[in-house]
């Protein structure tokens, strides 16, 4: 089976991969830029075998970065800017037998049903709730990691697929790492919107962290929300007179962050860790699914996260802990740091599973059910 991933970028990464690779903007090809961004390991948990290893039954582009994008097309004697054509150009010259959308909010059914050829399977996936804005029935499946979005096809118009992320095996030999140094970590959002509970316990870390003597860090990716400040209904070019303030994240928050981290960094920072921290998002009620999840036992460290429901084999008190409440979380804490042999024993424990369970083999023979059903 043949298939073309397409994800999208985040706008803090690319300035920092480019940087990180000295990518020469000029001299780059399409095939090395793509080469350097699979062995970043960017959004790898989700990339599926054949794209991440580059078989020939593979195809991966990121359809919004421009420069990877127009890369492709120039090397055809093509000079289109619009990405989204570029990438329905790659579709059909790959002529793939499914395409995987990993993007399907910005796009819309018509472009879909019309720019792709009616024979190639499309599937997508999306897991946050702002299903009101796609038309999902244009794809055979939406995946998900939700179990709460798995309804019938007769009740929401379109069909859905339980779909799990995968252990990226270039994460084994990053969780053989023996020197941890860093007691607690998280990464992740920190936004106004579907985090609330989870800002709120960011916060109570960040309060934990100046009272505490353990090396506690946090990487938190946020977009400054600003409120402008002059008298009454004014015209909005005063703002600039008057200036604004930050609403959003706090200077606290702010001042006890370190940058995002992506990647390879980011396997780096988590295997250098003996906790991390998770809280899931607000939408996902009693299922936590999120990332953080695999990438942390993958990376060997331990998994310390908010009570209840996991995926299969996540098992609480075996290959992971759970805390009820922020001051259950600091008991867990001074436990887990007290009993190294513990805390050792079960991320190890994770780490095994993950490996056993989601496999990138699994996930992509998952994929192939999926599509042929």
Not at 98 to 124: G, H, L, W
Not at 130 to 146: A, P, Q, W
Not at 196 to 211: G, P, Q, T
Not at 326 to 339: G, I, M, P, Q
Request: glycine residues 4%.
């Amino acid at each position: 089976m043949k298939v073309l991933q397409a994800i999208h970028s985040y706008k803090p990464y690319l300035p920092h991969f480019e940087e990180k690779y000295k990518i020469d903007k000029e001299k780059i090809s399409f095939k090395e830029l793509k080469g350097l961004l699979l062995k970043d390991r960017f959004y790898a948990s989700h990339l599926l075998s054949p794209v991440l290893n580059i078989e020939t039954n593979g195809f991966y582009t990121m359809w919004d970065y421009p420069l990877l994008q127009q890369k492709w097309a120039e090397e055809r004697g093509w000079k289109e800017k619009d990405l989204k054509k570029i990438l329905f150009a790659q579709i059909e010259d790959f002529r793939p037998d499914v395409f995987y959308n990993c993007s399907p909010i910005r796009f819309d059914a018509e472009q879909i049903k019309t720019q792709i050829d009616r024979k190639i399977i499309k599937m997508c996936w999306f897991a946050s709730p702002e299903t009101g804005h796609i038309d999902f029935s244009v794809y055979k499946t939406r995946l998900t990691n939700l179990p709460l979005d798995i309804k019938s096809n007769k009740e929401v118009g379109f069909r859905s697929d339980l779909f799990q992320p995968a252990h990226d095996p270039i994460m084994d030999e990053y969780a053989k790492s023996k020197k941890r140094d860093t007691d607690i970590f998280f990464y992740g959002q920190y936004h106004s919107s579907y985090f609330k509970r989870r800002n709120e316990l960011i916060d109570l870390l960040i309060d934990f962290k100046s009272k505490s003597d353990f090396n506690i860090e946090l990487a938190l990716q946020y977009n400054l929300e600003k409120k402008h400040h002059y008298p009454f209904s004014r015209p909005t070019r005063f703002k600039k007179l008057f200036g604004a303030k930050i609403i959003n994240p706090s200077l606290d928050v702010r001042k006890n962050t370190i940058s995002p981290l992506y990647g390879l960094d980011l396997y780096e920072k988590i295997a250098s860790s003996k906790i991390v921290f998770n809280a899931a998002v607000d939408f996902s009620g009693q299922h936590k699914v999120n990332m953080r999840n695999f990438e942390t036992v993958g990376l060997g460290a331990h998994l310390l996260s908010d009570e209840g429901i996991y995926p299969d084999f996540f098992k609480e008190g075996t290959n992971f802990s759970t805390y009820s409440d922020f001051n259950n979380f600091k008991s867990k804490v001074n436990y887990l740091l007290e009993h190294t042999a513990e805390r050792e024993s079960m991320a190890l424990a994770g780490n095994e599973m993950v490996k056993k369970k989601y496999s990138k083999e699994k996930q992509w023979q998952r994929f192939q059910e999926i599509a042929s059903v």
